[in-house]
Every structure is written in structure tokens, then in C-alpha cells.
């Protein structure tokens, strides 16, 4: 495998991480994940405009038009000869002698490898079951940070309950994104999914969506719905980069409608699978 470190390409076992590495000592850093299909870096400007939108807002210096990323990922993509999988990325503040303040001078470092991502086909065609989990994650969830404890807490207790994922509300009238993922509920023909601010990601597969529903003519609001709406729900689906659209049957044993998954839910999927060919 060929790593990017920076901007060098290096073999696998070169990509090592300093002890003092911030991201490391304090998760102070952020990332992204990006598909490939077909070679090619899906939706990956988006990708890289929420990675500057992340970097800013913690105050890394890295700047990714001109470290010329974009190429870099091209180069990435065809020195490992990626043809349907992924790219992780991230980017730490850096290397510094531990102590909490942002260190001055500091070089970020970046890391870029590819994922093995397979499209989760049998998921999206059955549908996948659910845990409800109250959100007790922090109040910056637009950040696309490297702390991901309390997401990764959340997907071990969906998996130990053999859910495909939890999904957090804040309180009974304010359901908020999946552990990894975005939720989407149809109802009456509508999409609904939680508005664009501090408490969820704004999935690029989420926004892509949009897009798809203006292209079906399917009306869509970005407004918080409630636990009951979501269990009362038509359909329930959720969205990111790895589950595209995966359709949500269960909710904490509960089905949703008949417990199959709906005709907007497999449209959208559709049109999502028509988009490669
Ligand atoms: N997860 N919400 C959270 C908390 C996420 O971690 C993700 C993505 C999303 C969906 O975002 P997007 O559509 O841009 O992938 C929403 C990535 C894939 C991950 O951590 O693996």
C-alpha cells in the first residue's frame, strides 16, 4: 500500500506516527472519508471544502487549494490503483511537547491511504435494524473531528445488540444523526432530516441527497423531528459515504411501517446507483 504522508508517497510500513503527535495525545485533529468508484474521488470537492471548513474551525493551518491536495489524492488513487473502495484522511496540528494551547509553529501532518470499502448491498436491499442512544457527545459535532469516542462507544452498543446503528437524539423531541451516519425519515412523501448546525456532521451524502430529491421531484425540509416521528415514520433511511442509502426497518425492536424498506427510500437508492452509469 502507498501512503500519503504529506506531500510524499510512502510504503506502508514507512507511515509512522510521533509519540507527541497531537492528534494522537488529543485527538486535536480532523479527516475525512472519501469513495472511489469507478478510480475516481466521488463528490470529492465537497469533501475537500468540509476539510478546509473543519481545519478552519480548529485552527490548523493547512491549506488544502494550496498544498494542492486535490492532485495528490488523484495520485493516491492511481499509485494504489484504487478502482471502487476509499481514501481516510486526516490531519493532526502536529508534533509538540504535550500541553493543551494550540503550540505555535507547529507543522500539521497529514496522512492519506486508501480504504477497502465494499458497497453494502445486501443492507440497503433488506434493510437494516437500529438502537436509539441518547446524544452525549460534545456541541461541535460539525467538526469532522478525530475524537470519536463517544461515536465509537455508540457503534459498539448498536453492534453488541446486532444493529446496523444507533441513532442519537438529544432529548424525545430532538432526534439528531447516526452514530456514523445521517437519518433521513419520509413521511406523507416528504424527507425530513435534521437541519445543518452543531449537532450532526452535514454529511456530504446527506447533501447529495437534496439533489437527488430535486432531481425525483421529492419535496425534502431540513427540520428536527421528534423519537415519535421517526418510529411513526413512513421510512426511515440513513445516508453517509460508506452506507450511501441504507434503508431502516427497526428501531429498538420496533418495525417501521410494514418493516420493509419503502418505495422513496429505494428510489433515492436508484437514482444513487444510476449516478455510476
Ligand atoms: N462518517 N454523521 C457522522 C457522525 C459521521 O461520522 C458521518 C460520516 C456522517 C455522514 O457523512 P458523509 O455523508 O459525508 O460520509 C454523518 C464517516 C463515513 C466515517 O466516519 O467513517
Known amino acids: ?45 465537497d469533501h475537500l471544502d468540509r476539510l478546509q471548513y473543519s481545519l478552519n474551525e480548529v485552527e490548523i493551518n493547512y491549506d488544502v487549494n494550496q498544498q494542492g491536495l486535490s492532485q495528490l489524492l488523484q495520485q493516491l488513487i492511481e499509485k494504489n490503483k484504487i478502482n471502487d473502495g476509499g481514501i481516510y484522511l486526516q490531519i493532526t496540528r502536529g508534533v509538540a511537547p504535550r500541553n493543551h494551547p494550540y503550540p505555535e509553529d507547529t507543522q500539521p501532518v497529514l496522512f492519506a491511504y486508501p480504504l477497502q470499502l465494499s458497497r453494502p448491498l445486501k443492507a440497503q436491499a433488506q434493510g437494516i435494524t437500529t438502537i436509539l442512544q441518547k446524544d452525549f457527545r460534545w456541541l461541535r459535532c460539525d ?69 437527488l430529491a430535486n432531481q425525483l421531484n421529492i419535496p425534502y425540509e431540513e427540520k428536527v423531528f421528534s423519537l415519535t416521528d421517526l418510529k411513526e415514520a413512513d421510512e426511515v433511511f440513513i445516508t453517509s459515504t460508506s452506507a450511501e442509502v441504507t434503508p431502516v426497518v427497526e428501531i429498538e425492536g420496533q418495525k417501521i411501517a410494514n418493516g420493509q424498506p419503502g418505495p422513496i427510500s429505494k428510489k433515492l437508492l436508484d437514482a444513487f446507483f444510476e449516478y455510476k452509469n
Request: glycine letters at 8%; a negative charge; zero cysteines.
Open 143 to 211: 467538526i469532522k473531528s478525530l475524537n470519536l469516542l463517544g461515536n465509537v462507544m455508540t457503534k459498539q452498543k448498536a453492534s453488541n445488540a446486532n444493529a446496523g446503528e444507533a441513532i442519537f437524539y438529544r432529548d424525545e423531541n430532538h432526534v439528531t444523526e447516526g452514530s456514523s451516519t445521517n437519518v433521513f425519515i419520509v413521511k406523507d412523501d416528504k424527507l425530513y432530516t435534521h437541519p445543518a448546525d452543531n449537532l450532526i456532521l452535514n454529511g456530504i451524502t446527506r447533501r447529495y441527497i437534496f439533489h
Open 1 to 45: 500500500m502507498i501512503v500519503l504522508k504529506n506531500n510524499d508517497f510512502i510504503e506502508r510500513n514507512e507511515a509512522t506516527i510521533d509519540m507527541e503527535d497531537r492528534g494522537h495525545q488529543f485527538g486535536d485533529g480532523v479527516y475525512e472519508v472519501v469513495r472511489v468508484y469507478d478510480g475516481e474521488a466521488f463528490l470529492l470537492q
